[in-house]
């Protein structure tokens, strides 16, 4: 055999000394903030949890005394208790969007929750709406109008969103 194959491998270059340390700190922090809007995020998913069962607790004791005092054949009653029950759904569309980014869902799912929460806010609007409520009939049309737009566009973005997003990933998936 020759003294070259006998020879030891030549040793790895290191490479250059590099200042870890702010890589480390920075990286730490990133992950430290990271954690405290995940705990933020499950406090505010915890909040809109209470309030739902507050709210569905008051539902049912709104409806127990108007059925008591005989008043829940009152129209106004009665979209009273659909303002509340709908007020709920919009309270648990929140929670549920809230869910998604504490679980990192896709940003489809979450453009969809908010898309959702939209339109049932805005038929709330529209079930509770009230022309004595305006100071003119003009004001009232130019809100009626208005609600009418929001409605119809949140409606076509949810249209356009299922008709041509299928399959289609979101910019930033």
């Known amino acids: 055999m020759s003294d070259d ?3 030891e491998p030549p040793e790895p270059v290191d490479p250059p000394p590099t200042d870890d340390s702010a890589d480390t700190l920075s990286s730490r922090y990133t992950l430290l903030v990271g954690r405290f809007v995940h705990g933020v995020e499950l406090a505010a998913a915890t909040v809109f949890a209470v309030l739902f069962a507050i709210g569905v607790v008051d539902l049912t004791l709104q409806i127990l005394d108007a059925a008591r005092n005989g008043s829940i054949t009152d129209p106004l009653v009665v979209i ?3 303002d509340t029950g709908l007020l709920l759904l919009i309270i648990v569309e929140v929670y549920q969007t ?3 980014y504490v679980e990192e869902n896709d940003t489809r799912r979450i453009v969809q929750l908010v898309i959702y929460t939209g339109v049932i806010a805005m ?3 529209a079930i509770i709406f009230r022309t004595g409520e305006y100071a003119s009939i003009q004001d009232a049309l130019f809100a009626a109008a208005a609600y009418a737009i929001i409605i119809f566009a949140l409606v076509g973005l949810l249209f356009a ?3 041509f997003g299928e399959g289609r990933p979101l910019l930033s998936e």
Do not use: M, T
């Open 5 to 7: 194959d006998q020879s």
């Open 123 to 125: 038929v709330r609007k």
């Open 98 to 100: 809230v869910l998604a």
């Open 161 to 163: 969103e299922r008709v």
């Open 80 to 82: 009273g208790f659909i």
